[in-house]
């Protein structure tokens, strides 16, 4: 997949099939997508699941300027396995991003639980400070 940038600009780090959890004000919803990272822009690319079992681009979802970036944390996070989200599966995946299945819920005692890496960004928002959450692979990278 290619991603146009603005003349100059180029990819610094990019990871592929990032779930976006939350925390940005104007966008409530968990989705899956594309982060990529330049040298003045964060960029997320929003993807959708289609009944190939293959992930397509839908739009870019939000830029944020590397300049309103405050700080970036990771965490290592437990939850239950039943809950990972999945976007293999168009129907779950619809559940998921509706709101209807929770995901990422905390391990019950006969739970099986697997770990998960969170990248959290703190950005400067119009009127506030918001924490923006992605589920990444590789929390080095």
Known sequence: MNFIFIPGEHIAKEEDNVWYLGGHSEFMQI???????TAEHLTYYQKR???SKTLETVKVAFTIPVSKLIAAKFEKR?????????????KVYNKIVNGVRPVNS?????????IYNVLILAIQGDSQI????????????
């Open 31 to 37: 989705m899956i997508g594309h982060l990529a990272a």
């Open 106 to 114: 905390p391990p019950a005692l006969l739970d099986g639980k697997e």
């Open 78 to 90: 437990f939850r239950s396995s039943s809950s990972k989200p999945k976007w293999e599966n168009l």
């Open 49 to 51: 699941p289609t009944y």
């Open 130 to 141: 918001e924490n923006l959450i992605f589920e990444v692979s590789d929390p080095l990278g």
